[in-house]
């Protein structure tokens, strides 16, 4: 049985079909596909069908607006619900939840629609966003309260990327050319591996590492919610050039003590999950292999590493640009959305964590970066009190 209907809904000259990612045609998906190849910005593997179908079959709750003007599909927009009582008063969430590191429509250049007229074209009350790319203002949906993400830019290359931080963050790279040297002389090797296929021990190493990290620092468990982990096994199994996980691994002297779990897009990877062996955390396993990744990545496809919002000390060292990532809520208007966006905010309120649950910097994340805000207002409250896009 299908999880919904094609339902043709209009907002001005454009108008939307709202279905379950698997009800997409071939030539739906190789539209989504071509408006990923046409805008860096969209090049992440959260923001492909893949990701959304994969999505649905652990969530069960995804659809995809696929939106028209006249004949012709023009962009697509995916979201989910938490759960029945979200569904049964339209209140959606991006897709993946905590898993995702960026939200937002695939859209063409040129594309406009305000945030109002989206929520009602995907027959939404209202949606609580976040991890929007601040190039979603050009389609009309900007935000606020946008978080530093930085990149990793090695389309010049390894070599032209050291020079760079050798200039900009010349104690940085002196610093961690002295950590290589002294663990070669110490341990005899540091070996790198970038895996496309993913050994399910290393797999479950990483996740229990992770776990490890979480209880450490006093967070809440991602994969505590046993559909997380599942979401990471389906992306396994069905890999695509859109979404593909890729496994980095850093042995010293034979023994792995450093980990990274990736989402790959064509040549842009998604830092995702960082995870290391505390008996090695002398050895800073987290700062030597992002440092191995670096060099490898374009010896496997890779020009750009996108580390994901939070501004920790590892990701600045590395980082040779960034950009913002905002949340916003948006609603349909009129009362429906005023209740819509009150829910919200108690919601929030009564959430048992209103942390960033995943970042972290492999051995330098002591949870500062999960600190929930200091004035103890929702993102809907901030919404509240600021003009503009994100807060309609």
Not at 276 to 293: D, F, I, M, N
Request: with cysteine.
């Amino acid at each position: 049985m299908k999880l919904s209907m094609r339902l043709g809904v209009s907002a001005n000259d454009l108008s939307a079909d709202v279905v379950a990612p698997s009800e997409l045609g071939p030539t739906e998906i190789g539209r989504w596909h071509a408006l990923m190849d046409g805008n860096p910005a969209l090049r992440s593997a959260f923001l492909s069908p893949e990701f959304a179908a994969a999505c649905e079959q652990v969530y069960g709750r995804v659809r995809v607006a696929i939106l028209h003007r006249g004949g012709d599909v023009v962009a697509f927009f995916p979201f989910q619900f938490a759960d029945l009582p979200a569904q049964t008063l339209k209140l959606a969430q991006r897709i993946g939840e905590e898993m995702s590191d960026a939200a937002g429509i695939v859209a063409p250049a040129g594309f406009v629609v305000s945030s109002p007229a989206l929520m009602r074209l995907c027959r939404l009350s209202a949606m609580f966003i976040s991890h929007v790319h601040e190039s979603q203002s050009d389609f009309g949906l900007a935000c606020n309260d946008g978080a530093v993400s930085p990149t990793v830019d090695l389309s010049a290359g390894a070599d032209a990327y050291f020079c760079e931080r050798k200039k900009t963050r010349s104690k940085f790279v002196s610093n961690a050319l002295r950590l290589h040297r002294s663990l070669h002389r110490k341990y005899g090797s540091v070996e790198f591996t970038f895996a496309a296929v993913i050994d399910s021990h290393n797999l479950d190493t990483l996740i229990d590492l992770k776990r490890a990290q979480y209880r450490r620092t006093e967070v809440p468990d991602v994969f505590g919610r046993p559909e997380r982990r599942a979401l990471i096994e389906r992306l396994v199994a069905t890999p695509s050039p859109y979404c593909a996980p890729v496994l980095n691994l850093v042995a010293i002297a034979g023994e792995p003590a450093g980990y990274h779990l990736g989402l790959r897009c064509g040549s842009t990877l998604g830092y995702w999950f960082p995870a290391y062996e505390t008996r090695w955390a002398a050895a800073s396993p987290g700062r030597v292999l992002l440092w191995k990744l670096v060099e490898e990545a374009r010896a496997n496809g890779i020009d750009f590493i996108d580390l994901g919002a939070g501004d920790g000390q590892v990701k600045r060292q590395f980082a040779n640009g960034a950009y913002k990532a905002g949340k916003a809520v948006w609603t349909s208007g009129g009362l429906a959305g005023l209740a819509a966006r009150s829910y919200l905010s108690l919601q929030w309120r009564l959430s048992p964590s209103r942390a960033n649950q995943r970042d972290g910097d492999g051995e330098k994340n002591n949870g500062e970066e999960n600190a929930p805000d200091a004035q103890e207002k929702s993102p809907i409250e901030r919404a509240n009190a600021t003009q503009g896009p994100a807060s309609t």
